[in-house]
């Protein structure tokens, strides 16, 4: 009798110890709720970009960066006044980029080819590129004096237009 108490203990704990495990398996609430918003998330950016790249990885960062740069540079110029309109059109404007390489990739989809969405990719890195290099010269950091003359020119360009 002794033993057969013993047997139902121990049987008693090894289906406490497997209850404990499968009750850590099930999630709570915020797991539930994060991975339905990843989830959500990771499907409409799939379905609006297609299969992502490196280049559009890089694309995010410049867009971060040169927001973050522009802070930055509106911060250190003395004329100029941090701006809550400002940086809200800076936030639509990179919402319009992104459209823009939303389209490119339903070009591609559209002729069967994968070069419209990489070639406004890159396009959009060097406009992001020189952004960020012109926020950082008004940072005060030193920039060659070739870098700094075009940038002069296109400045000169976009007021042109």
């Avoid at 740069?69 to 004329?79: R, S």
């Avoid at 080819?113 to 406004?120: A, D, H, K």
């Avoid at 890159?122 to 952004?131: D, Q, R």
């Amino acid at each position: 009798m002794k033993m057969q108490l013993m047997m139902n203990t121990i049987e008693v704990l090894k289906l406490q110890e497997v209850t404990a495990v499968l009750k850590s398996l099930i999630p709570c609430r915020m797991e539930v709720a994060w991975g339905c918003t990843t989830g959500v998330f990771g499907t409409m950016v799939t379905f609006l970009f297609g299969a992502w790249n490196d280049a559009l990885t890089a694309l995010a960062m410049f867009m971060l960066i040169d927001y973050i740069t522009g802070v930055m540079a509106a911060y250190m110029k003395p004329k100029s006044k941090l701006s809550s309109k400002r940086g809200l059109r800076g936030i639509v404007k990179k919402l319009a980029l992104i459209t823009f390489v939303v389209f490119a990739h339903y070009l591609d989809l559209a002729i069967g080819q994968s070069i419209f969405c990489l070639l406004v990719t890159y396009a959009l890195l060097g406009n992001e590129g020189l952004s960020i290099v012109e926020n950082l010269s008004h940072c005060g950091v030193p920039i060659p004096e070739a870098v700094k003359n075009k940038l002069e020119q296109l400045a000169h360009e976009k007021e042109g237009v």
